[in-house]
C-alpha cells in the first residue's frame, strides 16, 4: 500500500498519517518531520533550512527530493509507506513518479483532509501555545495556509484525474476522522 496525506496545516495530518500507517503496517515518513528533527539537531541540513521553515516557506524541492528519494530505498519503505507532506510541489510530484518508476510501483491513494480556514488558525494558535513550535507564529501560519492552497489545488487535480484521490473532512474527533479516512480506503480498494 503506498499512500499519500495532504491537508493544511492544522488539519491533523501528522496525527491520522501515524494512525493509518500504523493500520496498514507501513512506515508514517513526515518530510516536516525529518526536517524539523535535523533542525534540532543542527545538522547540516538541518542548518540549511531552520530559516526557510521559521518563515512557513517551502524548502527547494531540490534538497526535499533527495531527501524522499533516500528515505524510500530504506528497507521499512520497499512495500510501502505513507507519505505525510510530501509531494507538495507539481516538481515533487514529477520527482516522486520518477522514484517509483523505477520500481514499477505507483501510489494506490491519496487522502486529502478538508479543513475550515477560521477552525485552523485558530488550532494552529492553540498548538504554538503547547508545543511552541517555531513556525507556528501567526505571520507564518497565515502564510503556510496561504502556500498551501496555492500550491496544492494543482496537485490534488492530478491525483484525481488519475482516479486515486479520497476527499474527507478533518473536522472532528481524532478517531472519529480516523475512522472517516479508513472507511474511505476500504471503500476506494472495494
Ligand atoms: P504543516 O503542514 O503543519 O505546516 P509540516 O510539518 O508538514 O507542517 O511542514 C513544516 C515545514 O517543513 C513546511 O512549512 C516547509 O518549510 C517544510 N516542508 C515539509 N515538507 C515539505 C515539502 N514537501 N516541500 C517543501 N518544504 C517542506
Known sequence: MRMLIM???G???????KGIAAHYGVPAISTGDIFRSNVANETELGLKVKAIMAAGEYVSDEITNDLVAD???????VNGFLLDGYPRTVAQV?????????SSATIDA?????????????RLLNRARVEGREDDNEDAIRRRLEVYDSETKELLDVYRKRGVLITVNGLGEID???????????EQRA
Open 7 to 9: 491537508g493544511p496545516p
Open 11 to 17: 488539519a491533523g495530518k501528522g496525527t491520522q498519517a
Open 71 to 77: 528515505r524510500l530505498t530504506e528497507a521499512d519503505a
Open 94 to 102: 514529477v520527482a516522486l513518479d520518477g522514484m517509483l518508476k523505477a
Open 110 to 122: 491519496v487522502i486529502a483532509l478538508t479543513a475550515d480556514r477560521e477552525e485552523l488558525v485558530g
Open 176 to 186: 472519529e476522522v480516523g475512522e472517516r479516512i479508513r472507511e474511505a480506503l476500504a
